[in-house]
């Protein structure tokens, strides 16, 4: 599965005209159908299924998030349900939003951050029935969703600030592009990649060195 980008600006795009017209051309040559693409941005929302084909790190290519760019998509995110806020609400909402935590499934902890055989477990991992829903910690920006090696299936989001949050072994993906709110449903708790059973493998990374989730959600005030 291809890696997806993080969506940064671009140049002003051409009259709407014209981008409508070049679209439903695109549209039907590709599909013979002008309906298709309409189809295909509904799809775009519903899960996912996620193979578990394993990858060498050395062949995915990861785009390297600004963090200015997503702490602007994330204030445009935290003020879109009602755009005439006024500008103090909005500044508090933007606030919550960018500094929010939940726990990003409601299973029970089973195996820390730490060494073990001889390796670094880099995150922690939080047991879940098969199938059940994996959220975002925080607001954040999706930079990678799909497979890499001993995750099976891997979903990677980076904070206003930088910091990223890893989610791996899930049996589907619900999100693959986008930001998103802390507490959205992204994905699907599954087995795939290196896991005995399925369960959610969760990383928190500063400057792309993983550090013990636990501690750092502690200082935020999301204990588990």
């Known amino acids: 599965m291809p890696a997806r980008r993080l969506a940064l600006p671009r140049a002003a795009a051409p009259p709407v005209a014209v981008a ?23 799809a775009a929302t519903r899960p996912v299924a996620a193979t578990a084909v394993a990858v ?8 390297a998030a600004d963090p200015t760019e997503v702490a602007r998509a994330l204030g445009a995110l935290a003020t879109s349900d009602d755009p005439g806020t006024h500008r103090a609400s909005r500044a508090t909402q933007r606030t919550t939003l960018l500094n929010r935590w939940v726990r990003p499934n409601g299973g029970p902890l ?40 001993g995750y099976g299936e891997v979903t990677k ?29 992204i994905a699907r708790v599954g087995s795939a990649g290196d896991a005995t059973g399925p369960h959610l493998h969760f990383e928190v990374r500063i400057a792309g060195v993983p550090v013990d ?10 204990f588990i």
Do not use: N, Q
């Open 20 to 42: 409508a017209v070049a679209g439903l051309l695109t549209a039907v040559i590709a599909t013979g159908h002008p309906a298709a693409a309409s189809v295909r941005s509904a």
């Open 157 to 185: 989001i980076t904070d206003w600030d930088g910091t990223e949050t890893v989610y791996g072994h899930m049996s589907a993906f619900v999100r693959t592009s986008g930001c998103v709110k802390a507490g959205e449903e």
């Open 110 to 149: 089973t195996s820390p951050y730490g060494y073990r055989w001889g390796r670094l477990h880099a995150g922690i991992d939080l047991a879940g029935p098969y199938g059940s829903p994996i959220l975002a910690a925080t607001a954040g920006c999706i930079t990678y969703a799909g497979p890499m090696s």
């Open 56 to 63: 060498e790190p050395a062949s995915v290519v990861e785009p």
């Open 213 to 222: 989730p636990i501690p750092f959600l502690a200082k935020r005030g999301l």
